[in-house]
């Protein structure tokens, strides 16, 4: 179980697999993956459905499903608490989470969400009056090796120019959380070294 | 020729760190040089020259060519020739089906058992704990099972399981140890007599003398996946001196 935490927001994932799958869902050459997004209140509806297709669409891109053909993955990811960049924390959960199960990946990946405030300034990680506030929200899901977008998801106006610079923002940020998952592994390790 | 691995042998390394070989520039007519290519075990992945890890764990190293990852993991992936503890789920004509911990269940052959044939069938009832090895376990196919070795004995393999306690710990333990040179198992010798089956599926079945005994020794398993080497010692010092 890991407990990804942004700020304030706060999502507990958790990685079950490979296991028995339905005959109906079972893929013949590769895993398949389900992502489980349970909100904090109520029953999961469709924003959380589209944002588990968002986390789905990342994870499979990053693991080595060919790995385990007709097994399952099941990744559910709990939100504890929510105050912005719900979905860049789900991203960054979901990712130690599949680390540390010991799935074979090709690549980690982190989540960055960003913000376009009313007068065009650029905010890394918005809290949730932030993001009220903001003409445009975007996140993106950052690749370990090359720093290439893998997944984005933005809602709002916002120009080319401005897309262009919130990528370059958030490709430094994830230089920060890449090394907090490396720092979080030696720590994981250093008891069994 | 692996200078780059060599320098992070025993370092943390996460999916996605990529080591790249050079190869000679120069080759020699007259010499017999193969060009040496790296082993890779569990964790890493080979394409052309380049070597990626593939799981996060401690790379190791065994002389001359041969590099892995040592993670800690609790699900396990069946492998040929390891030997498991699998419990039977169900009979179905010749063959038992028996859960291993992994993503489908193994098949085990009524026959695989030291001097069955169809006449003289082997006693395993539903429920029952096997320690079997795999001669079959790739991603394609349904695992297989076996309890004899092969010249046909049994060799510690079968159906076991009177009066113990099997417990579920993390694959790195029961790889600590099944090593050569253990020190988990050198300190728990000094404890207590007990019988221990040790499955490479992260099963572990226990037995002492006493269900007390029994108990302490599953805990101290269990315990031993959290402490460092250090702290156990103590632990196992603190037991030692506390009597029973």
């Known amino acids: 179980m890991i407990d990804g935490r942004d700020g304030d927001t706060s999502v507990m994932a958790g990685v079950y697999g490979p296991a028995e799958v339905k005959v109906s869902k079972e893929i013949y050459d590769r895993a398949t993956l389900e992502v489980l997004l349970q909100p904090k209140v109520g029953p999961a509806g469709v924003r959380e459905q589209s944002q588990e297709q968002c986390v789905r669409e990342t994870c499979e891109a990053a693991l080595l499903l060919s790995l385990h053909p007709r097994s399952s993955l099941t990744l559910i990811l709990q939100v504890l608490h929510d105050d912005g960049s719900l979905l860049s924390c789900c991203l960054n959960a979901a990712c130690m989470a599949l680390m540390d199960a010991g799935l074979s990946m090709s690549c980690l990946f982190c989540g960055v969400t960003c913000a376009i405030g009313a007068d065009g300034d650029i905010i890394a990680d918005p809290t949730a009056a932030q993001e009220k506030e903001s003409r445009a929200l975007m996140t993106f899901a950052i690749d370990s090796t090359e720093r290439r977008v893998m997944m984005s998801s933005t809602k709002g106006s916002f120009s080319v120019q401005e897309l262009q610079e919130c990528v370059a923002v958030s490709q430094k940020a994830s230089e920060k959380v890449f090394q907090f998952y490396r720092d979080s592994v030696r720590r994981r390790y250093s008891k069994n070294l | 020729m692996f200078s780059s691995l060599k320098e992070k042998i025993g370092e943390v390394l996460l999916p996605g760190d990529e080591f790249v070989f050079e190869s000679e520039d120069t080759i020699f007519l007259t010499d017999n040089v193969k060009p040496e290519r790296p082993v890779c075990g569990p964790g890493l992945r080979q394409s052309g020259n380049r070597l990626v890890v593939s799981k996060s764990g401690v790379l190791r190293h065994k002389p001359p060519h041969t590099f892995w990852m040592d993670s800690q993991q609790w ?146 398993l269990q315990s031993c996946d959290t402490l460092t080497a250090p702290q156990r010692r103590e632990q196992f010092r603190k037991l030692q001196k506390g009597g029973l």
């Open chain 2, 75 to 220: 699900r396990y992936v069946p492998a040929k020739a390891e030997t498991v503890i699998g419990i039977v789920t169900s009979k179905s004509g010749d063959i038992f089906k028996v859960d291993v911990g992994g993503s489908e269940q193994a098949s085990l052959s009524y026959l695989a058992f030291e001097g069955a044939t169809k006449r003289n069938r082997p006693n395993v009832q539903v429920g029952d704990l096997v320690f079997a090895q795999f001669t079959v376990a790739n991603k394609d196919m349904e695992p297989e099972l076996v309890c004899i070795d092969g010249s046909g004995r049994a060799n510690g393999m079968g159906v076991f399981g009177g009066g113990g306690l099997l417990l579920k710990v993390s694959l790195g333990l029961v790889r600590r140890l099944l090593a050569p040179q253990s020190d988990i198992r050198s300190d728990l010798e000094q404890l207590f007599p007990c019988e221990l089956v040790v499955g490479m599926n992260g099963r572990i079945w226990v037995r002492a003398s006493t269900i007390q005994q029994t108990l302490i020794i599953s805990n101290l």
